[in-house]
């Protein structure tokens, strides 16, 4: 299983990068098919791969199918294939860092790719060394839609913190209950459930809520 997977994910990464980089190799889409093949994934852009000649696929139909089956087995780049995902990611920290004075915490956190981790993620060390990646980690797959990534990197952060102090944070000063990272209406926000559910502040603002609420 292990010369299997080590296998199949170099095919998969060298069909990717050639789609990327729109350089396609149609030899690395039959490899990829014919490996899959013989372990047993059965799908109907591997067939066709198979069984038909290379030469006679058009380049516009072999990328289609290789897009096919990369798609069939799921395949998803890691940070290190696609690194506007984690482009993606960072400038989701620099606006959930916005919010984190507000919990105390002060200096500029970075986002940690944890390479020993599978599969590879990332993760946030805080200025004074602490990482926060307790409960998982920060999947590429999630960095593809900014408002996922800023979402996701919030939740992350909160049971994170919450975990290491057994503080809630943060809290809503009009109920006080400890509010959740959502999103809500394709917006990252901090959400409180008080009186049927509002929304306390969009992610990155809150220290301005939190503000306005001191001085009502």
Same mark, same amino acid.
């Given at each position: 299983?292990?010369?299997?997977?080590?296998?199949?994910?170099?095919?998969e990464?060298?069909?990717?990068?050639?789609l990327r980089?729109d &350089?396609l =190799? $149609?030899?690395?889409?039959?490899?990829?098919?014919?490996e899959? +093949?013989?372990?047993s994934?059965?799908?109907? %852009?591997i067939?066709?791969?198979?069984e038909?000649n290379p %030469?006679e696929?058009p380049?516009?139909?072999?990328?289609?199918? %290789? @897009? @096919?089956?990369?798609? =069939?087995?799921?395949?998803?780049?890691?940070?290190?294939l696609a $690194? !506007?995902? *984690? !482009?993606? +990611?960072?400038?989701?920290l620099?606006i959930?860092?916005? =919010?984190l004075?507000?919990r105390g915490i002060?200096?500029e956190?970075?986002?940690?790719?944890l390479?020993?981790?599978?599969?590879? #993620?990332? #993760?946030v060390r805080?200025a004074d060394?602490?990482?926060? &990646?307790?409960g998982?980690h920060? *999947?590429p797959?999630?960095?593809d839609d900014?408002?996922?990534?800023?979402t996701?990197?919030?939740?992350?952060?909160?049971?994170?913190?919450l975990?290491?102090?057994?503080q809630?944070?943060p809290?809503?000063?009009?109920?006080?209950?400890g509010v959740?990272?959502?999103?809500?209406?394709?917006?990252?926000v901090?959400w409180?459930?008080? =009186?049927? #559910?509002?929304? +306390?502040?969009?992610?990155? !603002?809150?220290s301005?809520?939190?503000?306005?609420r @001191?001085h009502?």
């Amino acid at each position: 299983m292990a010369e299997y997977e080590a296998a199949t994910e170099q095919l998969e990464r060298r069909v990717y990068i050639g789609l990327r980089e729109d &350089n396609l =190799d $149609p030899q690395d889409v039959v490899a990829l098919a014919c490996e899959l +093949l013989d372990w047993s994934h059965c799908t109907e %852009a591997i067939l066709e791969v198979v069984e038909r000649n290379p %030469a006679e696929v058009p380049p516009a139909e072999m990328t289609a199918l %290789a @897009r @096919r089956i990369l798609d =069939d087995v799921g395949f998803e780049p890691g940070f290190d294939l696609a $690194p !506007e995902r *984690l !482009e993606t +990611l960072r400038a989701a920290l620099r606006i959930i860092a916005r =919010d984190l004075p507000t919990r105390g915490i002060e200096g500029e956190p970075e986002i940690e790719v944890l390479e020993d981790w599978f599969p590879t #993620g990332a #993760g946030v060390r805080l200025a004074d060394g602490d990482r926060l &990646n307790w409960g998982g980690h920060i *999947l590429p797959s999630t960095c593809d839609d900014p408002t996922m990534a800023l979402t996701s990197l919030t939740i992350m952060i909160q049971e994170s913190l919450l975990e290491q102090t057994w503080q809630v944070w943060p809290v809503c000063p009009r109920h006080d209950l400890g509010v959740h990272g959502s999103e809500r209406d394709g917006e990252a926000v901090w959400w409180c459930a008080g =009186d049927g #559910g509002h929304v +306390l502040a969009p992610v990155g !603002e809150l220290s301005r809520a939190l503000g306005r609420r @001191r001085h009502k």
